[in-house]
């Protein structure tokens, strides 16, 4: 029964990570081709295989040890890659195009 209740929870942990590398895969393919020597790293085609054998290899191959290194490459995505992608394309959409000097009310001008 214990069995039973862990099998479960490993499912759900797996369904979460393939979730979350069809979420960067399609965040990878919306990006510009530019986007990613501009912001110095690998090419967008690099990045669309690698999370793309991530997905597949999910879906058809659920092997723990296959799926911990897809695991690590979206994270890897998630983490260095699309941060530095949003920097140089102005992507923060919460932020409306702001600097990170700006209050509520407009420019910190420091007291000028």
Do not use: C, H
């Amino acid at each position: 029964m214990l069995l039973q209740g862990f099998s479960s929870i490993v499912s759900f942990i797996f369904l979460g990570v393939l979730i979350l590398s069809i979420f960067a895969l399609v965040n990878a393919a919306l990006q510009r081709e530019d986007a990613f020597r501009a912001a110095d790293k690998q090419t967008k085609p690099f990045w669309l295989v690698l999370l793309g054998i991530t997905v597949a290899v999910q879906l058809l191959i659920p092997w723990l040890l296959l799926v911990l290194a897809g695991t690590i490459a979206t994270v890897v995505y998630l983490v260095d890659v699309r941060p530095a992608l949003q920097s140089v394309t102005g992507g923060g959409r919460g932020r409306g195009g702001r600097s990170s000097s700006d209050g509520p009310y407009g420019p910190y001008n420091g007291n000028r």
